[in-house]
C-alpha cells in the first residue's frame, strides 16, 4: 500500500523558515517524480513544485520561486520543500503526491501569523 | 499559464440521477509525446484528493465505471452515472501537460 506521511507544518511568523518533509512509502520511491501541492483554507488546489525521480528536473510556481526549494533523499524515501521568506499567502495545508495527482499524503498545515 | 475553466461551480444532485461537469482549457493539452494529460480528481469532505480519472478518459484502479471521462485538446467532461453517496464532494480537473500544472477551480457535488 502506498503512504505518504508529511511533517513539518505548525504556525511561523511572516519572513521566517519552515521545512516540510514527506515520507514515501509502499512503491519504490527512487522511481517516481514527486510534487507538493497546497490548498489554502477554504480554497482550490494549487501546485507548488516538482522533482524529478533522480532530481535532475526541478519546477516551481511562480509565486514561490526563489523563496521554496524542493529536494529529495531516495536513501532515505523522503521528499523536501523548504519554505523561506515566509508571507501570510503561504498559509495552506501542503500535500505531497507521487507523479503529480496518483498517491497523495494526508497533508501538513502551514499558518504563517504574527 | 493554462487557465482550466471549470463549470458548475456547483451541482446539487439526487441519488441515482447522473451529472456532468465541464473543464475548458485556454490552450490544448495535447502533449509533445501526443497524449493528454487533463486528469480528474474528487476530494471528499475533511479527505485528501484522490484521482479518478488520467488522460482524459483512463480509470484509475477500483473507481466504479459509474465515472467516465471524455473530451479532446481544450474541452473535457467528466460524467457520474447513477451518482452514489460516496461521490459528494469537491471535483477538480487537472492539466499536467504545461508547467506550471494547474487546477480548475472545482466543482462542488452536494445531495438534493
Known amino acids: 500500500e502506498v503512504q505518504l506521511v508529511e511533517s513539518g507544518g505548525g504556525l511561523v511568523q511572516p519572513g521566517r523558515s519552515l521545512k516540510l518533509s514527506c515520507v514515501a512509502s509502499?512503491?519504490?520511491?527512487?522511481?517516481?517524480?514527486m510534487n507538493w501541492i497546497r490548498q489554502a483554507p477554504g480554497k482550490g488546489l494549487e501546485w507548488v513544485a516538482y522533482?524529478?525521480?533522480?532530481?535532475?528536473?526541478?519546477y516551481y510556481a511562480e509565486t514561490v520561486k526563489g523563496r521554496f526549494t524542493i529536494s529529495r533523499d531516495n536513501a532515505k524515501n523522503t521528499l523536501y520543500l523548504q519554505m523561506t521568506s515566509l508571507r501570510s499567502e503561504d498559509t495552506a495545508l501542503y500535500y505531497c503526491?507521487?507523479?503529480?495527482?496518483?498517491?497523495w499524503g494526508q497533508g501538513t498545515l502551514v499558518t504563517v501569523s504574527s | 499559464d493554462v487557465v482550466m475553466t471549470q463549470t458548475p461551480p456547483s451541482l446539487s444532485v439526487a441519488i441515482g440521477q447522473s451529472v456532468s461537469i465541464s473543464c475548458k482549457s485556454s490552450?490544448?493539452?495535447?502533449?509533445?509525446?501526443?497524449?493528454?494529460?487533463l486528469n480528474w480528481l474528487l476530494q471528499s469532505p475533511g479527505r485528501s484528493p484522490k484521482r479518478l480519472i488520467y488522460?482524459?478518459?483512463k480509470l484509475d484502479s477500483g473507481v466504479p465505471d459509474r465515472f467516465s471521462g471524455s473530451g479532446s485538446e481544450k474541452d473535457f467532461t467528466l460524467k457520474i452515472s447513477r451518482v452514489e453517496a460516496e461521490d459528494l464532494g469537491v471535483y477538480y480537473c487537472?492539466?499536467?501537460?504545461?508547467?506550471?500544472?494547474?487546477f480548475g477551480a472545482g466543482t462542488k457535488l452536494e445531495l438534493k
Open positions: 503526491a507521487r507523479q503529480l495527482d496518483r498517491d
Open positions: 509502499g512503491f519504490t520511491f527512487s522511481n517516481y517524480g
Open positions: 522533482i524529478s525521480s533522480g532530481s535532475s528536473y526541478i
Open positions: 490552450q490544448s493539452l495535447v502533449a509533445s509525446d501526443k497524449n493528454t494529460y
Open positions: 488522460q482524459v478518459s
Open positions: 487537472l492539466q499536467g501537460t504545461h508547467l506550471p500544472y494547474t
